[in-house]
């Protein structure tokens, strides 16, 4: 037991003579300024990053969403579209009806098919030009972001660039598959 204390005392008084008080505070005062930032230093995060796409975790648009008929709002590609589907007002799941224009400018939604169980980018437009179709009004909100982040919100009207503001109605153009 003699060696240990021995070697113990040795290791603290090099110690001791080699650092400060000032230096240990310097350094204590170095770390805790410091440890607010590493939860902001970039991590892999590859593993927290893989949608869960059980059942379960599902939202409700999801899990009641079907693949046969583009003209409800239960179809698959309408997770995130508020206003009139164009399938229903003379155009199609990806086109505007004839006499109105597409804007430039869209919303997103992530939606995911119910025949693969794969998760999709799906860019919503809306057509502009003619007077509201009025017709297969559908809000669905699935995970709809607030106001601040637009690009991910469905309440604004998308008619941006457009010869003209009105609204006529939506289409949902699948961008490709969400990672």
């Given at each position: 037991m003699m060696g240990f204390d021995a070697m113990g005392e040795k290791l603290l008084r090099r110690f001791a003579g080699g650092s400060s008080r000032r230096s240990l505070l310097s350094r204590l005062g170095a770390a805790l300024?410091?440890?607010?930032?590493?939860p902001l230093l970039p991590v892999s995060r590859a593993?927290?990053?893989k949608p869960d796409r059980s059942p379960e975790a599902k939202t409700a648009f999801a899990r009641s969403a079907q693949t046969k008929d583009d003209g409800k709002c239960d179809y698959w590609r309408y997770c995130a579209i508020d206003g009139a589907l164009c399938t229903c007002c003379g155009g199609g799941i990806h086109s505007c009806p004839p006499g109105s224009e597409p804007s430039p400018v869209s919303w997103v939604g992530t939606c995911i098919n119910p025949d693969d169980g794969k998760a999709y980018l799906i860019a919503y437009r809306d057509c502009c030009g003619k007077p509201t179709c009025g017709q297969c009004f559908c809000d669905n909100t699935d995970r709809e972001t607030q106001l601040y982040v637009p690009q991910l919100n469905n309440d604004v009207i998308w008619c941006f660039g457009t010869s003209s503001m009105d609204y006529h109605c939506s289409t949902a153009v699948m961008v490709g598959a969400a990672s």
């Amino acid at each position: 037991m003699m060696g240990f204390d021995a070697m113990g005392e040795k290791l603290l008084r090099r110690f001791a003579g080699g650092s400060s008080r000032r230096s240990l505070l310097s350094r204590l005062g170095a770390a805790l300024v410091a440890a607010p930032v590493f939860p902001l230093l970039p991590v892999s995060r590859a593993e927290a990053a893989k949608p869960d796409r059980s059942p379960e975790a599902k939202t409700a648009f999801a899990r009641s969403a079907q693949t046969k008929d583009d003209g409800k709002c239960d179809y698959w590609r309408y997770c995130a579209i508020d206003g009139a589907l164009c399938t229903c007002c003379g155009g199609g799941i990806h086109s505007c009806p004839p006499g109105s224009e597409p804007s430039p400018v869209s919303w997103v939604g992530t939606c995911i098919n119910p025949d693969d169980g794969k998760a999709y980018l799906i860019a919503y437009r809306d057509c502009c030009g003619k007077p509201t179709c009025g017709q297969c009004f559908c809000d669905n909100t699935d995970r709809e972001t607030q106001l601040y982040v637009p690009q991910l919100n469905n309440d604004v009207i998308w008619c941006f660039g457009t010869s003209s503001m009105d609204y006529h109605c939506s289409t949902a153009v699948m961008v490709g598959a969400a990672s």
